[in-house]
């Protein structure tokens, strides 16, 4: 089971990024939780200050940007 | 404070990147040079409307307006956020650390210029900023500059209304914003500040920066540009066609009256109107050209304009939730008198 969580205050950008994510766990055909963090501290707490973040099995892979539901999967698939 | 660079697979576009980006560029240029011309042959050729007619000079207005902001911004914008890309506060956090209060409020100010800013991040920002030991005015410096003074806003200036005003404004922000971080630092608010972000300064903060590839960069610039332009056309549609209907019909004094010299409250008057607006700076150009060519002031007008970026309701709601009552009412004020001071410098300067 895969932990992907999306950083930030749930801001447009930030459910953007959700859905993305959302997309790219059917896409990427893996099993994993997206779990939306929007606890300011916690995001900070993670090294990223400028939202939306994203984390995938909490490694942050990209911050201040919505990558594509592609990209998401190829992360997926990758790790 | 360690920085982690993280890698990640890359995405190869269709045809070489250097070739597309080329293309695009060569034919924003020619849509550029050809633009005016072809607007005005529209007006007065194929529509046959008359030179020097109310109807024909705010329908000229608007047809080569449109077409010009539209580039301006769509270009500008994707070059600007494909330069900002290099820049993320996370990267930005660490020369901050560490400085004295006039040294980092200069820095602040000056890098709050090129690092990208969303209110929705500025929570983020602003405990990532404290809990580093970026000293407090520092880090106010910097939440002033960042939204008010953006390359974007200067490169529409400078492309509609040359490189004074540009710099006029750019000196304007970052005035505001070193003296704001100059008195919030003296005054010593700390207290002010939530307690929990208190307690978070110190542990062992780790700012991560996510390697990038070109084709990354690219395709967020354009996806940002698309999403940044959509969002604006009706502002724009409306601001351009105030501006042509103000160009070809309204007799300068009405503006004048409200805005112009002879009224001493303008500059706080047009900051009060401001408050309830918020706009993204570029969305404030069409309504900034229109009031300038109709003859207000220069001081009055970038008031107008850095009050419409800068005091932001949505983004004081935001902040509330790291700083007390007492703090963001220091902020508010701070930031508006500095802008009223600056509209009254100017109009007294250009005169």
Known sequence: ??????????????????????????????????????????????????????VIDGKVVSAGRIPSAGDIAAWLNEG | MTTTALS???????????????????????????EAPAADWFTFSVLNLEHGSHFGEAVGFFLEDMPKVL?????????????RSFFPPERIRPLLVGRGLLPGSLAAAGVGVITPFCSCSAVPLFIGFVEAGVPLGVTFAFLISSPMVNEVALVMLWGLFGPW??????????????????????????????????ELQGRPSTAIVVKLSWSDR?????????????????????????????????????VAA???????LAVPLVVLMAVPMYSNAAGTIPIVQALLGKGMP??????????????????????????????????????????????????????
């Open chain 1, 1 to 54: 089971m895969r932990t992907i969580e999306v950083l930030g205050s749930g801001c447009a950008n930030c459910n953007r990024l959700e859905a993305n994510a959302r997309e790219a766990v059917t896409m990427a055909g893996v099993e994993a939780e997206v779990l939306h963090v929007t606890d300011p501290r916690e995001i900070v707490g993670r090294g990223v200050m400028s939202t939306p973040g994203l």
């Open chain 2, 8 to 34: 990640r697979p890359g995405r190869f576009p269709r045809l070489p990147l250097p070739v597309v980006a080329g293309a695009a560029a060569a034919a924003w240029l020619v849509a550029w040079i050809v």
């Open chain 2, 71 to 83: 580039l301006l911004l769509s270009g500008i914008v994707t070059v600007v956020t494909l330069i």
């Open chain 2, 165 to 198: 005003i540009a710099l006029a404004y750019m000196d304007a922000g970052l005035t505001v914003a070193v003296v704001g971080g100059l008195i919030i630092g003296k005054l010593g608010l700390e207290r002010y500040v939530e307690d929990y972000v208190w």
């Open chain 2, 218 to 254: 690219l395709t967020d610039a354009l996806a940002y540009t698309r999403t940044l332009v959509r969002k604006l056309l009706p502002y724009l549609v409306v601001g351009i066609g105030l501006g042509a209907l103000i160009h070809g019909y309204a007799p300068t004094d009405l």
């Open chain 2, 258 to 264: 409200i805005g112009g010299r002879s009224n001493p």
């Open chain 2, 298 to 351: 220069l001081g009055t007008t970038l008031a107008f304009m850095m009050a419409v970026t800068a005091i932001s309701l949505p983004e004081f709601v935001i902040l509330r939730r790291v700083m007390k009552l007492p703090l963001l009412a220091v902020f508010i004020g701070v930031v508006s008198t500095g802008i009223i001071g600056i509209g009254y410098l100017f109009n007294f300067l250009a005169n």
